[in-house]
């Protein structure tokens, strides 16, 4: 969902870099697991907001610019069963990180690694494949993407495999 980037004052508060959109949207949720190198626990979020071109909170038990310093650079993460219910065709992109990736055509590509927003259209970064390429694979259902099947952990789509 995002992470915490760095402490913002001397009471605790943190600057949040979030992975939703609109961003404030994380500030939806009440209750966050963070995880720091491994290690998660669950903070309620006591306050958050916008401030500036960023956003900042207040998570319960962190009451000093040390506790809040401590947490830089940990991972905001939710239940999958707290996000809300997508319409039938959307995806969130945890979903096709590690996606099989194949053309109409049966040539593998490679698997979804992760995925950029570029504001045209959402881009599927594609590595692993039998020939070593990096692939970026714009994310144009019934343009590009023909299928995807989660529970077959498979996507195909009509890509020229030169590419």
């Known amino acids: ?26 500030l939806e949720y009440d209750r966050w697991t963070v995880d720091k190198g491994g290690v998660e626990r669950v903070y309620e979020v006591l306050q958050g ?19 809040a310093e401590a947490l830089g650079g940990a991972t905001i993460k939710l239940a999958t069963d707290e ?4 319409a039938a065709g959307e995806y969130y992109w945890y979903q096709l990180e590690g996606l099989k990736v194949t053309t109409i055509d049966g040539v593998e590509l490679g ?9 045209a259209n959402d881009v599927l970064v594609v590595k692993g494949g039998p020939d070593g390429k990096e692939r970026l694979l714009p994310f144009l259902p019934d343009e590009v993407i023909e299928r995807i099947d989660l529970e077959a952990g498979e996507m195909r789509v009509d890509w020229d495999p030169e590419f």
Do not use: F, N
């Not at 907001?49 to 506790?67: F, I, Y």
């Not at 996000?83 to 997508?86: E, H, I, Q, T, V």
């Open 111 to 119: 698997r979804v690694d992760h995925l950029l927003e570029t504001g």
């Open 49 to 67: 907001r916008r401030q500036g071109k960023g956003l900042v909170v207040q998570l319960a038990g962190v009451a000093s610019r040390e506790a």
């Open 83 to 86: 996000l809300p219910r997508l």
């Open 1 to 26: 969902m995002g992470s915490l980037t760095s402490p913002y004052g001397v009471k605790g508060w943190l600057k949040v870099y979030s992975h939703t959109s609109p961003m404030e949207g994380i």
